[in-house]
T-cell receptor
Framework: AQKITQTQPGMFVQEKEAVTLDCTYD???????LFWYKQPSSGEMIFLIY??????QNATEGRYSLNFQKARKSANLVISASQLGDSAMYFC??????????FGAGTRLTVKP | EPEVTQTPSHQVTQMGQEVILRCVPI?????FYWYRQILGQKVEFLVS????????KSEIFDDQFSVERPDGSNFTLKIRSTKLEDSAMYFC?????????????????FGDGTRLSIL
């Protein structure tokens, strides 16, 4: 069964605007972690932000924030003030307890000048 | 900042040959991983390695694959008798498991990947 779902294969955003990339997950574990990674065209995987299942505050890292809605099992990534360099694939991932990380299918973000 | 390094960056191999992909995880990390990404597709988990043994493996990681930590720094993925469908980007990752919240909260740090092309 698919544990991580990213329903937006592609997204476009105007430079300097904010964009939300969706991620929903499925788990019966109480303890889990949610992660977002960025993969630019050069191919490397860059860790962006983490949200723990017990964290009461939404995670923020610079222009990245995670809109965590536990009851809805969603962990959307919000990028504020988009820049051209934000154009990339974005992967949502989840780790349940001691298990290993699994990734969603990804969303390709294109920032338009 | 410490990083995961992978060699080679690109490997071209004839079908049926064996390949070894090499990784040097971050030095104080204890959990190591291999992932595969076929061109244009999602990142797929292959195997995790902890305390000198495989911790978990996916259905992709069959008898064709093996991992080894031959010394204190390297972590290798061996693919025997390669097939055309093994062509992909292979990522190594490592994770720190010390400290509070080690169960879930430490991100995996990825290397830049090895692009494997099977001809």
């Amino acid at each position: 069964a698919q544990k991580i779902t990213q329903t937006q294969p592609g997204m476009f955003v105007q430079e300097k605007e904010a964009v939300t990339l969706d991620c929903t997950y499925d788990t019966s574990d109480q303890s889990y972690g949610l992660f977002w990674y960025k993969q630019p065209s050069s191919g490397e995987m860059i860790f962006l932000i983490y949200q723990g299942s017990y964290d009461e505050q939404n995670a923020t890292e610079g222009r990245y924030s995670l809109n965590f809605q536990k009851a809805r099992k969603s962990a959307n990534l919000v990028i504020s003030a988009s820049q051209l360099g934000d154009s990339a694939m974005y992967f949502c991932a989840m780790r349940e307890g001691w298990n290993d990380m699994r990734f969603g299918a990804g969303t390709r973000l294109t920032v338009k000048p | 900042e410490p990083e995961v390094t992978q060699t080679p960056s690109h490997q071209v191999t004839q079908m049926g040959q064996e390949v070894i992909l090499r990784c040097v995880p971050i030095s104080n990390h204890l959990y190591f991983y291999w992932y595969r990404q076929i061109l244009g597709q999602k990142v797929e988990f292959l195997v995790s390695f902890y305390n000198n043994e495989i911790s978990e493996k996916s259905e992709i990681f069959d008898d064709q694959f093996s991992v080894e930590r031959p010394d204190g720094s390297n972590f290798t993925l061996k693919i025997r008798s390669t097939k055309l469908e093994d062509s992909a980007m292979y990522f190594c990752a490592s994770r720190d498991v010390t400290g509070q919240g080690a169960r879930s909260n430490q991100p995996q740090h990825f290397g830049d990947g090895t692009r494997l092309s099977i001809l």
